[in-house]
């Protein structure tokens, strides 16, 4: 999977129960710290939330952040159809990304 530096993505937790929208600049910094909860107190350490689930590369940031703030707004049964049009088993993708 190539994707460049910014990206907006989905993360879930292991039961799928919570899911978390996110955008950033620094894609291959930022996923490690969600997965390695490096904030005890963070919205996705609190709820175990490290499964990368969704990612869409951008090159413009602006555009990422348009993006999330799409997303953000739709509903749940909205993203999980986004999910499962790419990734019906949701699987991590992690691996994929790091290779």
């Known amino acids: 999977m190539r994707f460049e530096a910014c990206a907006v993505y989905i993360l879930a937790?292991?039961?799928r129960s919570?899911?978390?929208?996110?955008?950033t600049s620094d894609f291959l910094k930022r996923i490690?710290?969600?997965r390695e909860r490096l904030n005890p107190r963070s919205f996705t350490s609190r709820y175990h939330i490290d499964t990368l689930v969704h990612l869409?590369?951008?090159q413009d940031i602006v555009a990422a952040i348009e993006r999330?703030?799409?997303?953000?707004?739709?509903?749940?049964?909205k993203k999980i159809a986004l999910?499962?049009?790419?990734n019906r088993e949701w699987r991590d993708l992690w691996p994929e990304v790091v290779g």
């Open 83 to 86: 999910i499962e049009s790419g």
């Open 18 to 23: 919570v899911l978390y929208v996110g955008v």
């Open 68 to 77: 999330e703030k799409q997303l953000k707004s739709w509903t749940r049964a």
């Open 32 to 34: 490690p710290e969600h």
């Open 56 to 58: 869409e590369p951008f």
């Open 13 to 15: 937790n292991l039961n």
